[in-house]
């Protein structure tokens, strides 16, 4: 696999101030399925993606130098967990929390649904926030260990096309032009779409870059960051 250069940091993370992390998530209605090939990006976000990205990205988590690799990434505060098909852990909700929605609201200039619908089956938890320009869907995969989550992370690179190996998130990370990215933390694969974003839609041309972004929001919540 090839590995996507950043060509620019994402220095506005330390200008661009973004909600805290919380530990429990918010309660929205449990309605939505799970997710289509969607994802989003912002104008001010600059993420590794096959078109040259923007000059500055609000996020919490700025990317690293070190080439990705496969396996899990290392435990941050949002430590490993036993998977459990009752519930999503307390890690995997974070995505649908009412700081990752205000956070997505500062990396796309625009305001989501402020109720992301969200739901739990088959030890995957989605989270999906729609907007006028169209919907952006999370996802958390919760694996039983670190093991059979490297191989369903691995297995997720079957589903998209035109995958690139990223830099910045944690080993064995990958995305799209499309804009979908798939990261593993332990036992938790995460997954942003912004692929259905509307064509018309002024986020569509850089949703690589917001998805990219989106991720390393939600990546450095995990990390404790």
Same mark, same amino acid.
């Given at each position: ?11 506005? #993370? =330390?200008?661009?101030?973004? *909600?805290?992390?919380?530990? %429990? /998530? +918010? ?5 939505? !399925? @799970? &997710? $289509? ?19 500055a990205a609000p ?6 130098? #070190? =080439?990705?690799?496969?396996? *899990?990434?290392?435990?941050? %505060? /949002? +430590? ?5 098909? !009752? @519930? &999503? $852990? ?51 995969h919760e694996a ?65 870059d917001f998805a ?14």
């Amino acid at each position: 696999m090839k590995v996507n250069k950043i060509a620019v940091a994402l220095v506005a #993370a =330390a200008a661009v101030p973004l *909600a805290g992390c919380s530990a %429990s /998530a +918010s309660t929205p209605p449990s309605s939505s !399925s @799970a &997710p $289509s090939a969607a994802s989003s990006t912002s104008s001010s976000a600059a993420a590794p993606s096959s078109a040259a990205p923007s000059s500055a990205a609000p996020s919490s988590a700025a990317p690293s130098s #070190a =080439a990705p690799s496969d396996g *899990a990434a290392s435990t941050g %505060s /949002a +430590s490993a967990h036993i998977g459990d098909a !009752s @519930a &999503p $852990s307390e890690a995997a909700k974070m995505i649908c929390t009412d700081e990752t929605r205000d956070n997505i609201t500062t990396v796309l200039s625009v305001k989501p649904d402020p109720k992301p619908a969200s739901s739990w089956r088959n030890h995957v938890y989605t989270c999906t926030y729609q907007l006028p320009e169209g919907p952006i869907v999370l996802t958390v995969h919760e694996a039983a260990d670190v093991s059979a989550a490297t191989a369903y992370t691995k297995a997720q690179r079957s589903t998209v096309q035109g995958e690139k190996d990223l830099t910045g998130l944690n080993p064995g990370a990958f995305g799209t032009k499309d804009g979908v990215v798939v990261l593993q933390k332990d036992n938790d694969t995460m997954r942003v779409d912004t692929s259905r974003l509307s064509p018309q839609s002024k986020l569509y041309p850089r949703r690589a870059d917001f998805a990219y972004n989106i991720a390393a929001v939600v990546l450095g919540c995990w990390n404790g960051d």
